[in-house]
Structure formats: structure tokens, C-alpha cells
């Protein structure tokens, strides 16, 4: 499984091709999440930042993303057999309707 990074709508910014461990959890109702866990590189660290929304590659058709996800938090831990980790969370963009918007 591929994952691709996306700054802003403009395009794909980069990838994530190695990663410990990913949820992807689709709803029809209500917000989708997902959970990515990857090493803590430099590289990493620079791509996957708040705001940045993620796609996976089996998302993508045509110029046609489905089930984008929203960077919402971003966790460093240090995990005894892997080293230094990000882990990486948030909602669905769909979860943007739900916001209360004053």
C-alpha cells in the first residue's frame, strides 16, 4: 500500500511507502479516521504535517480522490523494539460538513 501526501486540492506533495502499521476506517455515517504509524525520519517529519491530508493509492481514480483524510494530531514516541515513531491521526474531510460553521 502506497499513501500519498497532499499539501493543499493542487496535487500530490509526496509518499508514504513505509510505514509499522495504518487504520483506515471508512463510515457512511459519520466521520471516517485513520491512525498511520511510521518511523520518525527526517523525511517523515517534513511531509506529514497538521493540515496535510492524506489518499490512499487504491483511492485515487482518474484525477478523482475518494476518501481523503485530514492530519489532525501527531504523536512522537519512542517504542522499545522500533525506535522513535510518528504516529499520525485524523478525520475524513467529509468530517468538515459536521463542523459548526458561525
Known amino acids: ?7 493543499d ?5 509526496d509518499i508514504v511507502d513505509v510505514f509499522q502499521s495504518v487504520i483506515w476506517n471508512m463510515q457512511f ?4 479516521e485513520f491512525e498511520l ?9 517534513s511531509i506529514l504535517k497538521q493540515g496535510y491530508m492524506l489518499v490512499r493509492e487504491e483511492d485515487i ?3 478523482k480522490y475518494e476518501n481523503v483524510m485530514r492530519i489532525e494530531g501527531i ?7 522500533e525506535g ?7 478525520k475524513g474531510l467529509k468530517n468538515i460538513l459536521s463542523q459548526r460553521i458561525v
Not at 504509524?37 to 517529519?45: F, H, L, R
Open 61 to 63: 481514480h482518474s484525477d
Open 37 to 45: 504509524v511510521v518511523p520518525a525520519t527526517e523525511k517523515n517529519i
Open 29 to 32: 455515517y459519520g466521520p471516517s
Open 84 to 90: 522513535w515513531v510518528l504516529t499520525v491521526t485524523g
Open 9 to 13: 486540492a493542487s496535487g500530490i506533495y
Open 1 to 7: 500500500m502506497v499513501i500519498y501526501v497532499m499539501q
Open 75 to 81: 504523536q512522537l514516541s519512542f517504542q522499545v523494539e
